[in-house]
C-alpha cells in the first residue's frame, strides 16, 4: 500500500504560480501512473494532469501549456509545476497513485487546497 502526501497548496493571485509535490511513503518505481486531479466546491473530481511509468503524459485541456507534470521515481515524489495560475484553478488538488495500467484502482492523498483570488 502507497500512502500520499501533497503539500505545496496556499493563495495566490492570478498569473502566479505554485508547485504541487507528492510524496509516496514507498517506491513509487513500479506504480503505473501518477496522476494529479482537483475538485472545485459543487463540481466532480477532474483529472488534471498523469504521468505514466514509461514518462508519457496527458493533461486536461483547461491547463495545457500552463500546468507541467513530473516524477522522480528515486525520491518517489510527483510535482505538478502550474503556471498562469486563474481564478477557475481554485479548488482542492489530490495525488493519486495508480499501481495497474489494467484497473483505475489507486491510492489518494488527502488534498491540498489551491485558491487563486486577489
Known amino acids: 500500500q502507497v500512502q500520499l502526501a501533497e503539500s505545496g497548496g496556499g493563495l495566490v493571485q492570478p498569473g502566479g504560480s505554485l508547485r504541487l509535490s507528492c510524496a509516496a511513503s514507498?517506491?513509487?518505481?513500479?506504480?503505473?501512473?501518477m496522476g494529479w486531479y482537483r475538485q472545485a466546491p459543487g463540481k466532480q473530481r477532474e483529472l488534471v494532469a498523469r504521468?505514466?511509468?514509461?514518462?508519457?503524459?496527458n493533461y486536461a485541456d483547461s491547463v495545457k501549456d500552463r500546468f507541467t507534470i513530473s516524477r522522480d521515481n528515486a525520491k518517489s515524489t510527483v510535482w505538478l509545476q502550474m503556471n498562469t495560475l486563474a481564478p477557475e484553478d481554485t479548488a482542492v488538488y489530490y495525488c493519486?497513485?495508480?499501481?495497474?495500467?489494467?484497473?483505475?484502482?489507486?491510492?489518494w492523498g488527502q488534498g491540498t487546497q489551491v485558491t487563486v483570488s486577489s
Open positions: 493519486k497513485a495508480q499501481p495497474s495500467a489494467f484497473t483505475v484502482y489507486g491510492y
Open positions: 514507498g517506491s513509487i518505481a513500479d506504480i503505473y501512473a
Open positions: 504521468i505514466t511509468i514509461g514518462g508519457s503524459t
